[in-house]
């Protein structure tokens, strides 16, 4: 259906399409009960009485989070969980500008991955941001052929290797990812076709501009792109709702995954959907 409406030059999905898109993604997000709890939210911004309730169920929800991300450090005597402030582009120091470290928590992201709807084997993960290597460790589990972590920060990447080496002893996968030191509005990203995974890396106005670089890039090199969004900022939501070359592949309330690229034949990724799933 998506790339039908490409070809069509339609690819901005009408508005209740998106809505039942919306409502079906609501109900793909269970890991620590992510749909109960946005109902409970959404319920306790009219019904004053939920309001507690929603409070209490979130401090539960977020408790049992931490607990989780903790977990696989425990598991793996890996170091992600521990949070820090870091610049968001090069140049400048903390105190000009910066945006917090924080890893992905392993339920989210499996869920997140399992429910994108293409064969995972044809396409390389790039994590924007990786950080302490989290998402690289967890990406090892699905079958991309090809695993990319860009970060600003040298001293992130260093904790993120030791991290790779403890992942490796403790779970015997191979799992050899290319670490870039780079700011990822000034990198080249490679021809190929590529899963952008983005744990909400940067602030809204350098996110928006990291996603258009991806769109463009994808259009000039008719590679197949995947951008994979927690939690985009600002504007990315209606930039990537609203450009005719992006097709909603999964929305939630809490992640988006669209799939980017055109050539000659129509939408890569919407074939390879129709294809493969
Ligand atoms: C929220 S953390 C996500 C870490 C990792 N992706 C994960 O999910 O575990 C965001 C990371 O983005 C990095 N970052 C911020 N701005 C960046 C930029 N312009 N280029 C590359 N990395 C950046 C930060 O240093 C930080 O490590």
Redesign the pocket.
Same mark, same amino acid.
């Given at each position: 259906m998506a790339s039908e409406l490409l070809l069509e030059g339609k690819c901005c999905f009408a508005p209740w399409k998106r809505k039942y898109m919306q409502i079906q993604g609501l109900f793909l997000v269970r890991a620590h009960f992510g749909w109960v709890n946005f109902i409970v939210r959404k319920l306790s911004d009219r019904i004053r009485l939920t309001a507690r309730l929603a409070r209490w169920i979130n401090d539960v929800l977020s408790r049992r989070t931490e607990a989780r991300s903790l977990a696989f450090d425990l598991t793996h005597k890996t170091k992600?969980f521990e949070r820090g402030d870091?610049?968001? =582009?090069?140049g400048l120091s903390v105190d000009e500008r910066c945006?917090?470290?924080?890893?992905?928590n392993q339920d989210f992201?499996r869920e997140i991955m399992r429910s994108v709807p293409v064969d995972l084997s044809s396409y390389s993960f790039i994590?924007?941001?990786?950080?302490?290597? =989290? =998402? @690289?460790m967890l990406a090892s589990e699905f079958s991309f052929h090809h695993i990319i972590?860009?970060?600003?920060?040298g001293e @992130?990447i260093d904790i993120g290797k030791r991290n790779v080496e403890c992942y490796h002893r403790s779970t015997r996968r191979i799992i050899d990812p290319e670490w870039v030191r =780079?700011?990822?509005?000034r990198?080249k990203i490679p021809e190929e076709d590529a899963l952008f995974?983005?744990?909400?890396?940067?602030p809204k106005d350098?996110a928006l501009q990291?996603v258009q670089k991806i769109v463009e890039e994808s259009f000039k090199t008719s590679t197949r792109s995947i951008i994979v969004y927690?939690r985009p900022p600002g504007e990315v939501p209606r930039y990537l709702a609203m450009n005719p070359s992006c097709c909603p592949l999964r929305l939630s309330p809490y992640w988006e995954i669209y799939g980017v690229g055109l050539n000659k034949d129509g939408w890569l990724a919407g074939k390879a959907k129709n294809k493969e799933t």
């Open positions: 992600t870091y610049p968001v =582009a090069e945006w917090g470290y924080g890893p992905i992201f994590d924007v941001g990786a950080g302490k290597g =989290a =998402a @690289l972590g860009v970060e600003l920060s @992130l =780079a700011d990822f509005l990198w995974f983005f744990n909400n890396p940067l350098i990291a927690r």
